[in-house]
């Protein structure tokens, strides 16, 4: 009788240890699915004030509306968007420029990973000659692949006196 009471002892405190680490093996599933389809998205914009140089500048966003999940950080008022984990992210921008005399207007955008231009981003507007209303907006969606540490900065490029007035990032990681 005494061996037949520690034996079911002991399948009771098995039975038991199994039980635990089953619960714990579905916890830490359950923690890596939900870290794992975390979005990591950063919406940051630039008003009216924010950019008052003129010409090829970097953008400055005075605002972030979305920060989600820790793949992008950026502080409020900088031009500098970090990149915290390295993936495939598709960047999508609206950048409005406008200068105010009558003349010849023209701007473009590129965008600059750790202050190097990316040639195949560069975004070009039309000429605009003799207009009295020279304002734009220039779009743009680009995937690119990216690092952890790595800087990104929009950029307004021009030789005229142009005021980037407005502008929007939209950042999303969608891949590894």
């Known amino acids: 009788m005494c061996c037949e009471y520690n034996f079911f002892n002991i399948i009771k405190i098995i039975t038991i240890f199994v039980i635990l680490l089953l619960i714990i093996a579905l916890v830490v599933v359950v923690i890596y699915q939900t870290n794992r389809n975390m979005p ?3 919406v940051a914009t ?3 004030g924010d950019n008052e ?3 090829t500048t970097t953008i400055r966003f005075s605002r972030n ?3 989600e999940g820790n793949a992008l950080s950026h502080e409020e008022g900088s031009d ?9 992210y598709q960047i999508s921008y609206q950048l409005y420029g406008v ?3 009558t003349g010849t207007f023209n701007f473009n955008a590129i965008l600059l990973v750790n202050n190097q231009a990316l ?3 560069f975004n070009e507007s039309p000429v605009i000659r003799n207009s009295t209303s020279n304002r734009m907006t220039l779009t743009s969606t680009v995937i690119l692949r990216l690092q952890a540490g790595d800087i990104l900065k929009l950029s307004g490029v021009s030789i005229e006196n142009i005021i980037y007035q407005n502008a929007r990032i939209d950042i999303e990681k969608i891949g590894n």
Not at 80 to 88: D, F
């Open 46 to 48: 630039a008003q009216n």
């Open 119 to 121: 040639q195949d981003t």
């Open 65 to 67: 509306n979305i920060v």
């Open 99 to 101: 200068q105010d005399v």
């Open 80 to 88: 500098e968007i970090n990149i915290n984990e390295n993936g495939i």
């Open 53 to 55: 140089t003129q010409g």
């Open 40 to 42: 990591n998205i950063l």
